[in-house]
């Protein structure tokens, strides 16, 4: 079952009748006609206590005696059906901020990871009766979504390509939100959006894997390094060459040798003056 509208007319019509009604029957009273005087009286009473107030993003869902009658989602003051029930529910953008949650990746490495979820409710119906608190609801099936999703990829990607949880973060909060509307769907709640609020390995493991990538940062600068310097030797000897200086082998190893050494090195080269020959 879904939500519908429930019937209501406008409050201050409910207003209107309890001050005819209350006023005739005191009137009534006056003139000792106490039975129709104290009819008039109840039926004003009960009008007035039908009347209910909507605020602006607040819905009232209505039931009369366990039996679903409706939701009324328009602002204001309305008459609903005497003796009914009426609940409010709000329909304001809200926020949960999951606690630190410990999960393994999906290499087995322990990480700590915690999302912010932003939702709303779309359903009064699902959101009351087809589950007991559907902001507890939403609480633990946001937990288990962001378990579920963590576990999928790595914290990093070091050597092979795909993805990863601290470098694809906008792929994996898509995700996140796809997983978490299927679940919580149910609950007549609409996902607007969820992102990553924090994500790090354990404290057990932080210093190893902190070392593993300033290692592997390292090592992909001084690959760089090689090709930029390979690049320029290759240019150097194309360029004397094109202005006709021919080097033959040896000297060609000594003077790549020398570039290479220049320009890889991590301090500063100090050049070295051969005053002799080379052979």
Do not use: C
Request: glycine residues 6%; negative net charge; charged residues 20%.
């Amino acid at each position: 079952m879904k939500e519908t509208n429930a019937w209501s007319l406008n409050g201050f019509l409910g207003l209107l009748l309890f001050i005819i009604g209350g006023g005739i029957g005191v009137f009534l009273l006056t003139q000792e006609r106490i039975m129709p005087g104290i009819i008039l009286i109840i039926l004003g009473l009960i009008f007035v206590s039908t009347i209910t107030a909507v605020n602006p993003n607040e819905a009232s869902v209505i039931t009369f005696f366990g039996s679903y009658l409706g939701t009324i989602r328009k602002s204001g003051l309305w008459l609903i059906v005497p003796f009914s029930t009426r609940k409010k529910i709000s329909l304001r953008v809200r926020n949960f901020n999951s606690v630190k949650l410990k999960v393994n990746d999906i290499e087995g490495n322990p990480i700590e990871i915690a999302a912010v979820i932003v939702f709303k409710v779309v359903d009064t119906y699902k959101a009351l009766f087809d589950v007991d608190s559907y902001e507890k609801f939403v609480e633990i099936q946001s937990e288990t979504a962001l378990r579920h999703v963590a576990s999928k990829y790595p914290y990093d990607r070091f050597e092979s390509e795909g993805y990863s949880l601290r470098g694809n973060a906008d792929e994996v909060a898509a995700e996140l939100s796809l997983e978490l509307q299927q679940r919580l769907s149910v609950a007549g709640v609409e996902v607007i959006e969820s992102r990553l609020t924090h994500l790090a390995y354990s404290t057990e493991i932080a210093s190893s894997m902190l070392q593993r990538q300033q290692a592997s940062a390292i090592l992909s600068a001084r690959q760089i390094i090689v090709d930029g310097a390979v690049g320029m030797v290759q240019l150097a000897i194309a360029r004397l060459e094109s202005e006709g200086l021919h080097l033959d082998e040896e000297r060609k190893a000594a003077m790549i040798n020398n570039l290479l050494v220049a320009i890889v090195s991590d301090r500063s080269a100090s050049p070295v003056i051969n005053t002799g020959s080379l052979y």
